[in-house]
């Protein structure tokens, strides 16, 4: 570290992480391209079974082969949102080791507030706002309008995926009351309503894949540069006069400190990721019974 500036470092790389998320985004998105064409043939199957041209024998083999695929997606769902939820943890992390101050959400929370009925209508979209922020703007700036046009087009990309995946959070209270329906025409609005979704879903994914990838390239370049000391925002007091009036056993004893509640934090998200993967599971179920 030299006296102009310091560089910013991760508290945990998650440059790994983040692959293997936007892998799974790209397999989860082809997975609903493939639920879009197995909707349209059933869809085909049972207007053919209405004239005659199948028999019920290709119709039950269709609804096994539609049985199976959504076991996996739901699986393949489950195992994402878990990836991103740990993303999510991380990059608020690493926000806050970059030293943005007067953060709102803790690591925790950024997660937390998905399985709070009500406020994970709104809450979890501010957490994703202040990490899209810092990254993009730097810790030291973060709070500052300096160019109202960027930070509106921002705005505008993380309100399109919160209204996508709020939206995709209706269809599966609607759709069961449908799905047990023995009028031919009504099983196959549910299959129409089911591409619908898919589409739905593909938006939601490539929009999601744009703000990850953003946000990590953003740290990224954060961590490959210096901020100089005057630039960091601190409350009445520069980090030269930091330097000067801490002592190495108040530094140390900081750090173990921050540690110690980095790794609650940890803690606090295993379990959140646990209940969340439980919940998605009894909840899908209960729709494709």
């Known amino acids: 570290m030299d006296e102009a500036g310091t560089s910013l470092?991760?508290?945990?790389?998650?440059?790994?992480?983040?692959?293997?998320?936007?892998?799974?985004?790209?397999?989860?998105?082809?997975?609903?391209?493939?639920?879009?064409?197995?909707d349209i043939n059933s869809i085909s199957l049972l207007?053919?079974?209405?004239?005659?041209?199948?028999?019920?024998?290709?119709?039950d083999q269709s609804n096994y082969i539609e049985a199976l695929f959504g076991d996996i997606w739901l699986l393949l769902f489950t195992i994402t949102g878990i990836f991103f939820l740990k993303w999510i943890y991380r990059a608020n992390r690493n926000?806050?080791?970059?030293?943005?101050?007067?953060?709102?959400?803790s690591s925790g929370w950024s997660v937390?507030?998905?399985?709070?009925?009500?406020?994970?209508?709104?809450?979890?979209?501010?957490?994703?706002?202040e990490i899209w922020l810092?990254?993009?703007?730097?810790?030291?700036?973060?709070?500052?309008?300096?160019?109202?046009g960027e930070e509106k087009k921002g705005g505008i990309v993380l309100k399109i995926w919160w209204t996508l995946w709020t939206g995709a959070l209706v269809l599966p209270v609607?759709?069961?009351?449908?799905?047990?329906?023995?009028?031919?025409?009504?099983?196959i609005n549910v299959y129409y309503i089911s591409v619908a979704h898919y589409f739905w879903q593909i938006i939601l994914t490539l929009i999601a894949i744009k703000i990850v990838k953003t946000i990590q390239d953003n740290q990224n370049r954060l961590v490959s540069r210096a901020i100089p000391f005057n630039e960091f925002p601190r409350k009445n007091e520069t980090i030269n006069q930091v330097k000067e009036e801490t002592s190495e056993e108040e530094i140390d004893d900081a750090v173990e400190s921050y540690r110690n509640k980095t790794k609650a934090d940890a803690r606090k998200a295993n379990i959140i990721t646990i209940v969340f993967t439980i919940i998605i599971i009894i909840y899908s179920s209960k729709c494709l019974s």
């Open 174 to 187: 609607v759709l069961p009351n449908f799905q047990n329906s023995q009028n031919l025409e009504q099983l």
């Open 47 to 59: 207007n053919d079974f209405k004239t005659g041209k199948v028999n019920e024998f290709e119709l």
């Open 9 to 38: 470092q991760y508290l945990k790389d998650p440059n790994r992480l983040t692959k293997t998320l936007v892998l799974f985004l790209w397999i989860y998105l082809f997975f609903n391209v493939l639920g879009i064409v197995l």
């Open 95 to 105: 926000c806050r080791g970059f030293g943005a101050n007067d953060m709102r959400f």
């Open 112 to 129: 937390g507030w998905y399985f709070i009925p009500v406020m994970n209508l709104f809450m979890p979209f501010k957490a994703m706002k």
């Open 134 to 148: 810092v990254s993009i703007k730097g810790p030291e700036n973060w709070q500052i309008i300096d160019d109202a």
